[in-house]
T-cell receptor, first 112, second 113 residues
Framework: EPEVTQTPSHQVTQMGQEVILRCVPI?????FYWYRQILGQKVEFLVS????????KSEIFDDQFSVERPDGSNFTLKIRSTKLEDSAMYFC??????????FGPGTRLTVT | EDKVVQSPLSLVVHEGDTVTLNCSYE??????LLWYKQEKKAPTFLFML????IEKKSGRLSSILDKKELSSILNITATQTGDSAIYLC?????????????FGKGTKLSVIP
C-alpha cells in the first residue's frame, strides 16, 4: 500500500542553524502539506502545495520557512534559522483526488 | 478560538466496552470531516465524511456526520487494549483549492484489560 515517507525520523540542531526536512508523498497525489505538532498540543497546519506552488499558508509559516519540490518525488520543508520554539514533530501529508489525506511518520525536530 | 472541538478530552474504559467520541465544528460550509488515530507518532487515517447521515464503518469502528448539528461521532464497539490512542477529528474548511485540515485537541482513549 502506498505511503508517505519522511526523513530523517529525528533531527537535532543548534539554534540558528538551517534544517531541511524531507518527504516523499504518495506518487499519484496532487496536494502536499506540512503540519507541525508541538509536544502536547494540537496538530497545526503550516502550508499546502499544489501544482508546484504554495496554495495556502498559515501565520506560523513566516519568512523563516520555505517549501520546495526539487524533483518529481521529493517535497521539502526548510527552516532557515531555527529557534527553540521550532522544536516539534513535523508531519508531511498528501491528498489525492478524493480528498483523503495521509500523513507520513513525522520528523522530530529538536532545537538546542 | 477553537473551530473544531472534541469531547471528552480523555476517557478510560474497560476492554469490551463501547465508546462514543464526539467532534463539533463551527463553520457550516466545509468540505469534509476526517477522523484519525494517533498512537506514537503519525495520525493514521480512519474515515472521511462528506455527506450527512451516511455511516462509514470499518470493523469495530464507525462514524457518522450530522451537518445540521455540525458534529460527528466516532463509535468503537468491543474495545481492545490496542484501541488505546488519541483520536483526532479534523475538518477541511473551504480554502483556495487545497484540503488543509484544522484539527481538534483530540480524545485520549485508554482501554484497560
Amino acid at each position: 500500500e502506498p505511503e508517505v515517507t519522511q526523513t530523517p525520523s529525528h533531527q537535532v540542531t543548534q539554534m540558528g542553524q538551517e534544517v531541511i526536512l524531507r518527504c516523499v508523498p504518495i506518487s499519484n497525489h496532487l496536494y502536499f502539506y506540512w503540519y507541525r505538532q508541538i509536544l502536547g498540543q494540537k496538530v497545526e497546519f503550516l502550508v499546502s502545495f499544489y501544482n508546484n506552488e504554495i496554495s495556502e499558508k498559515s501565520e506560523i509559516f513566516d519568512d523563516q520557512f520555505s517549501v520546495e519540490r526539487p524533483d518529481g518525488s521529493n517535497f521539502t520543508l526548510k527552516i532557515r534559522s531555527t529557534k527553540l520554539e521550532d522544536s516539534a514533530m513535523y508531519f508531511c501529508a498528501s491528498t489525492g483526488q478524493g480528498g483523503e489525506q495521509y500523513f507520513g511518520p513525522g520528523t522530530r525536530l529538536t532545537v538546542t | 478560538e477553537d473551530k473544531v472541538v472534541q469531547s471528552p478530552l480523555s476517557l478510560v474504559v474497560h476492554e469490551g466496552d463501547t465508546v462514543t467520541l464526539n467532534c463539533s465544528y463551527e463553520v457550516t460550509n466545509f468540505r469534509s470531516l476526517l477522523w484519525y488515530k494517533q498512537e506514537k507518532k503519525a495520525p493514521t487515517f480512519l474515515f472521511m465524511l462528506t455527506s450527512s447521515g451516511i455511516e462509514k464503518k470499518s470493523g469495530r469502528l464507525s462514524s457518522i456526520l450530522d451537518k445540521k448539528e455540525l458534529s460527528s461521532i466516532l463509535n468503537i464497539t468491543a474495545t481492545q487494549t490496542g484501541d488505546s490512542a488519541i483520536y483526532l477529528c479534523a475538518v477541511a474548511f473551504p480554502g483556495a483549492g487545497s484540503y488543509q485540515l484544522t484539527f481538534g485537541k483530540g480524545t485520549k482513549l485508554s482501554v484497560i484489560p
